[in-house]
């Protein structure tokens, strides 16, 4: 079994919203930090957001500022990034990942990863 796993992406029209889910099963992992990371086919994977074990931080990279919101439930073990007035060039695979202290910096590494979620915005 994956210890996270994305949902919440599909099909979508510009101007759409939605809410991109990342489920922890391991519960070890649960309280760790949290990020959000995208990739275009052909492209390298770009960091889009970061939130804290206790969701007390967030951290965003500047494209994003504005439209994506990171939160967390951790009764539930779930990471969310809400994205509001999607955009075509929003479309990218979306992977959840954890690491176990949070930084701002978007070049460490994370220890676990999913499998990602496809999100396609058309115009």
């Known amino acids: 079994q994956a210890m996270l796993e994305e949902s919440g992406g599909g099909l979508v029209q510009a101007g759409d919203s939605l809410r991109l889910s990342c489920a922890i099963s391991?519960?070890?992992?649960?309280?760790?930090?949290a990020g959000w990371f995208r990739r275009a086919p052909g492209k390298e994977r770009e960091f889009v957001a970061t939130i804290s074990g206790n969701g007390g931080d967030r951290y965003y990279t500047d494209s994003v500022k504005g439209r994506f919101t990171i939160s967390r439930d951790n009764a539930k073990n779930t990471v969310f990034l809400r994205v509001i007035s999607l955009k075509p060039e929003d479309t990218d695979i979306y992977y959840c990942?954890?690491?176990?202290?949070?930084?701002?910096?978007?070049?460490?590494?994370?220890?676990?990863w999913g499998q990602g979620t496809q999100v396609t915005v058309s115009s």
């Open positions: 391991e519960r070890t992992l649960s309280l760790y930090a």
């Open positions: 990942a954890v690491r176990k202290y949070y930084t701002t910096s978007p070049y460490v590494t994370y220890e676990y």
